[in-house]
């Protein structure tokens, strides 16, 4: 393997492993500034300029904290519980392409660090697997509400990822491809053909599931089940403390910065934006900006993250079942069959 292509590969891993921390820490003061605001108060503004070092302070002192592990628990899987959260999470952002490609010194850098033909599929494993922290966390811990917590998160995280896999076909079925870089570059620009490029305007019913879904599988309000206070304590990390309850709080983070990057990529064009090929400005100068524009499509779905959280009380357990099983399946059911009798159509005209 070439020399130079590891080095851009471990460069690019880096580069985004560590702006995934940064807004991951930094998304816990934004929530609370967006809190503050919301309910009319004012949010931590002591650490710092304007409270910016507060998730320093608080990564200090979850760090320093006294950890403390239940003795009638599994203390092997009470520990590998939010490893595997953590690591879930983190490696969620693998496959989506972060811009187009970049030209230094005549080397075309491609800006993904793995574009594999079923990224897709790769994103669903990696989200499946993530409940499995939740739910050894709950059960190592020999605690009831621990263990409550993570029963619903596996079931929550069961109902809602058939929801979002089917929601999902009828965006194959218009692209015809698993690679998230392929389903980018098909939305270049924002108009052609007498349409718009991107696939919220081409599936808006498979959007809204899909972003309901994704609230479910962040385990963010309404859909907070798995560790609502007023039932369960904390739920899942009821007996959890210090670093490893903090590897659970910052995995959510994590996630939703993921699945903001993924909606991006799906359904609003990714790195692209409005009249790229139109203003005569380099390649280069394209993929940058491109950049930029993914990433604010991103701090807006975060945004939306955290308004819905402080706006939306939390569903009764039955009513997230009956939103699940009664509404979201059989609506996506409904969008594929309506996509497959329209592409028919489409054939035959």
């Known amino acids: 393997m070439e020399l130079a292509f590891v080095i851009e590969k471990f460069v690019l891993v880096t580069v985004i492993f560590l702006i995934t921390l940064g807004i991951a820490a930094y998304s816990t003061l934004a929530e609370r500034k967006i809190a503050g605001y919301i309910q009319g108060r004012i949010g931590p503004h002591r650490a710092g300029p304007g409270g910016l070092l507060q998730p320093l302070a608080d990564g200090g002192k979850m760090f320093f904290k006294e950890e403390i592990i239940p003795s009638e628990s599994n203390h092997f899987l009470f520990?590998?519980?939010?490893?595997?959260?953590?690591?879930?999470?983190?490696i969620g952002s693998a496959v989506i392409p972060w811009g187009k490609v970049l030209t230094i010194g005549g080397r075309?850098?491609?800006l993904q660090v793995a574009d594999i033909n079923v990224g897709l599929l790769y994103i669903f494993g990696v989200v499946s697997l993530g409940v499995y922290g939740v739910m050894i966390g709950g059960w190592a811990s020999n605690n009831k509400y621990s263990l409550m917590g993570a029963i619903r998160a596996a079931s929550q995280n069961?109902?809602?990822?058939?929801?979002?896999?089917?929601?999902?076909?009828?965006l194959l079925m218009i692209t015809g491809t698993l690679s998230l870089k392929g389903i980018a570059a098909q939305q270049e620009g924002f108009w052609a053909d007498g349409w718009f490029t991107w696939n919220v305007f081409k599936q808006p019913l498979s959007f809204l599931i899909f972003i309901?879904?994704?609230?479910?599988?962040?385990?963010?309000?309404?859909?907070?089940?798995?560790?609502?206070?007023?039932?369960?304590?904390?739920g899942y990390h009821t007996e959890y403390s210090g670093f490893k309850l903090g590897a659970y709080l910052f995995s959510e983070y994590i996630n939703m910065f993921v699945s903001s990057a993924v909606m991006s990529t799906l359904y609003f064009g990714g790195y692209n934006f409005p009249f790229m090929n139109d203003l005569g400005l380099s390649d280069n100068v394209i993929a940058l900006l491109g950049i930029v524009f993914l990433f604010g499509k991103i701090f807006f779905f975060i945004f939306f993250f955290m308004w819905i959280r402080w706006t939306i009380p939390r569903f009764r357990?039955?009513?997230?079942?009956?939103?699940?099983w009664k509404v979201l399946i059989p609506l996506a059911i409904a969008n594929i069959v309506i996509t497959g009798i329209w592409m028919t159509v489409k054939d035959l005209i």
């Open 79 to 90: 520990i590998a519980g939010p490893s595997l959260a953590l690591l879930t999470a983190s």
């Open 108 to 110: 075309a850098i491609e």
């Open 158 to 170: 069961i109902s809602y990822e058939i929801a979002m896999g089917l929601s999902i076909i009828a």
């Open 212 to 234: 309901v879904c994704a609230f479910a599988e962040c385990n963010r309000t309404p859909f907070d089940l798995p560790e609502s206070e007023n039932e369960l304590v904390a």
């Open 317 to 324: 357990y039955d009513q997230l079942m009956n939103l699940g």
